[in-house]
């Protein structure tokens, strides 16, 4: 099993009792370092000239490495563990949003203008005039988060239930990074017709959907057939989202390592959700020369298992990911956990990029091939050159609802990759900075420009 580094999803607070003299919280420190743990803050809770009573945050790499750390505490003479919470929970207890009144209710005033009777004279005027639920209701800034739980994150089918933190969350970055109001919308069936007549109903509320953690093929068909039934955007983030900000990461290392984008050969493990939709969005960039590779190895005309989306990148050469691998220029993976080997990594071609970007563990951990690659990405925070999806979708949203697009187009894809890899100037870019923090404030506005832009330019805006 790969030992990755601690942090602060495996996180923890030790409330701990240590008596009151020299050297004793040193030796709990130091049996946490023995232990792989790395030491967040230490909070002076109470002092007496006997005791003191700490918290201890510390951050493991795994469940596993979380008892190990808090046994070795345990086992400290005369320290007394008072309590263990994992900090990831905690922050997750009780849910992560909330839905509060923009209008405050003070009087009978208000509430009859908010409410009945006064609020009948607008659903009369939104009832004469169906634009008006743009101006007068939460629609033009309301986004549903629709998943049916059957990819979660690398976790698999997890049903409504198990996906429902994440769409939280999802919920959150839509607030945090672009100020859109997001609802978690977890369904219970995971039938594709269902599942578009769910959405179609739900509909009138809202101003854009975001397909979320939908199995491929389900997805495609999923995606297609609600931007063709519906007139608000739809985006799958799971391939469109991934698909952006692995164009911008690509179009910046491209710079680094000098390669023309039509002169490269790439190879994508992976071919469900987001392997296909990198594939499409790299291909009207220019990519000409793309494999894609499945568990069973490169998607070969000769197979006869290959579903539509995987005949659509079907190739004459057959063979497995090594022989795939063999002087291709660039490497991404959205697959599995430990697939690649540095051997595998060393027969590509001069100056290699490398994008591992299976979660939690990448394809290849990059300690591995830190001599052999040009440039190393993958989709963890504790690397360098982290491709993550919040570069993309709350901006792209922003840009949609504030035009008023009907939908989302490949070309708007385009213009927001190419708004994020622009955010970095020449001078900044180098091996470890290929594409923007999460934090960055200028993403989500560059990229919201970028898809008004592109909307406009093609038709579809409405504003």
């Known amino acids: 099993m790969v030992i990755l580094t ?9 409330r701990l009792q240590i008596p009151n003299r020299a050297g004793m919280l040193a030796a709990v420190t130091q049996a946490i370092a023995n232990s792989g743990g790395n030491l967040g ?7 007496t000239r006997q005791l003191t009573t700490r918290d201890v945050t510390v951050d493991a790499s795994s469940t596993e490495h979380a008892e190990t750390i808090v046994q070795a505490v345990k086992e400290l003479a005369d320290v007394k563990l008072m309590s263990v919470y994992d900090r990831t929970f905690n922050l997750h207890r009780g849910g992560k949003i909330t839905v509060n009144s923009r209008i405050p209710l003070k009087s009978q005033d208000d509430l009859a203008m908010a409410y009945t009777p006064g609020v009948g004279r607008v659903c009369t005027a939104i009832a004469q005039d169906p634009e008006q639920v743009y101006n007068l209701t939460i629609k033009q800034n309301t986004v549903a988060i629709v998943t049916d739980g059957s990819a979660v994150l690398g976790l698999g089918n997890l049903g409504a239930a198990g996906a429902l933190p994440v769409m939280e969350g999802k919920a959150m970055l839509f607030k945090e990074f672009a100020g859109i109001d997001a609802f978690p919308i977890c369904l219970a069936t995971q039938d594709t017709e269902e599942i578009i007549a769910t959405v179609k109903n739900i509909a009138p509320v809202f101003g854009g959907v975001n397909l979320e953690d939908i199995a491929a093929p389900r997805c495609f068909e999923i995606e297609k057939r609600l931007r063709q039934e519906l007139d608000i955007p739809v985006f799958h983030d799971d391939q469109n989202g991934t698909a952006i900000v692995t164009l911008a990461a690509l179009f910046n290392a491209l710079k680094i390592v000098n390669k023309p984008i039509e002169q490269i050969r790439i190879v994508i493990n992976g071919a469900g959700a987001a392997g296909v939709a990198i594939a499409r969005l790299l291909q009207k960039a220019g990519a000409t020369n793309i494999l894609m590779c499945d568990s069973k190895g490169i998607l070969s005309t000769h197979r006869t298992d290959l579903n539509q989306e995987k005949q659509e990148f079907a190739v004459s050469q057959a063979g497995t990911l090594t022989d795939a691998m063999i002087s291709s220029d660039v490497f991404i993976g ?6 690649v080997t540095p051997e595998m990594v060393r027969s590509m071609a001069k100056d290699p990029i490398v994008m591992a970007m299976a979660n939690p563990i990448p394809e290849i951990q990059p300690e591995l091939v830190m001599n052999d690659v040009a440039i190393m990405a993958t989709g963890r925070s504790d690397y360098p050159n982290q491709i993550n999806n919040v570069l993309a979708f709350p901006g792209v949203f922003r840009g949609a609802l504030d035009s008023r697009a009907s939908t989302i187009t490949t070309t708007m894809c385009l213009e927001a990759a190419s708004a994020i890899a622009s955010l970095i100037k020449p001078s900044d870019l180098h091996s470890e900075y290929i594409i923007p923090s999460v934090f960055d404030d200028r993403v989500a506005t560059a990229v919201a420009a970028a898809v008004q ?11």
Request: glycine letters at 6%; proline letters at 6%; a neutral charge.
């Open 6 to 14: 601690p942090n602060s999803s495996y996180s923890l607070t030790l």
């Open 334 to 339: 959205v697959s599995a956990p430990g697939v």
């Open 41 to 47: 803050q230490i909070d002076l809770i109470a002092q």
């Open 453 to 463: 832009r592109a909307a406009r330019e093609e038709g579809i805006a409405k504003q």
